[in-house]
């Protein structure tokens, strides 16, 4: 229970995904606008991550590892996240259409995403067990989830500053995930 713990405040909080190890930075700063959308992206990514650490561990631990073909795991790691991307996408487009329409091309960029992929990765790294993976997962997914809420209702708010015009766009942008990566390397020391 306690490397459980370990494993989900380190994921979330102290080596954000984003935020400490830049990985998804793409969806990061192109949904991040509207805290709407944001949230929508981020839920799609939890889901997505979350479920495919589970698959890739179970992949990985009775299939790839048994049958001595692990090196194939990135090839069948991208072709379960490939999968379950368009799972999400068809049930968005289905019951969430007003969602699918604001994420756009965003969406199927989950799939190449490289903070999913970089979670099956390296739960096999960390050699995590079929849970840990899950929730290792979990708490990476929850990580990327607060970072770009975050970012979006910090965007919202830039809207309406006067901001100097060279800094206008995607300057301000950056050196304010550069200030919030500073911020969450404050948490570095808890664990």
């Known amino acids: 229970m306690t490397q459980l713990l370990l494993i989900l405040i380190g994921s979330s909080i102290v080596n954000n995904v984003v935020l400490s190890q830049f990985l998804g930075i ?38 790839l590892d048994p049958l001595d073909v692990t090196y194939l795991r990135t090839i069948v790691f991208i072709v379960v996240i490939a999968s379950l991307v368009q799972f999400v996408e068809m049930f968005l487009k289905k019951f969430m ?10 969406l199927p960029l ?4 490289c903070a ?42 830039i809207e309406y500053n006067d901001v100097p015009q060279t800094f206008k766009g995607s300057a301000i942008v950056l050196v304010t995930a550069g200030l919030m990566s500073i911020a969450f390397f404050g948490f570095s020391g808890i664990i």
């Open 26 to 63: 793409c969806p990061f700063l192109g949904v991040s606008k509207k805290v709407d959308t944001a949230a929508g992206m981020g839920a799609a990514v939890m889901f997505v991550t979350t479920l495919a650490a589970f698959v890739t561990s179970v992949i990985y631990k009775f299939i």
């Open 97 to 106: 259409y007003s969602l699918y329409e604001s994420l756009g091309v965003y």
């Open 110 to 113: 989950i799939t190449t995403n």
């Open 116 to 157: 999913v992929l970089g979670v099956a990765l390296n739960s096999v790294t960390y050699e995590y067990n079929i849970l840990e993976s899950t929730v290792y997962g979990l708490a990476t997914a929850a990580g990327f989830f607060v970072a770009i809420v975050i970012m979006a209702g910090i965007r919202e708010k």
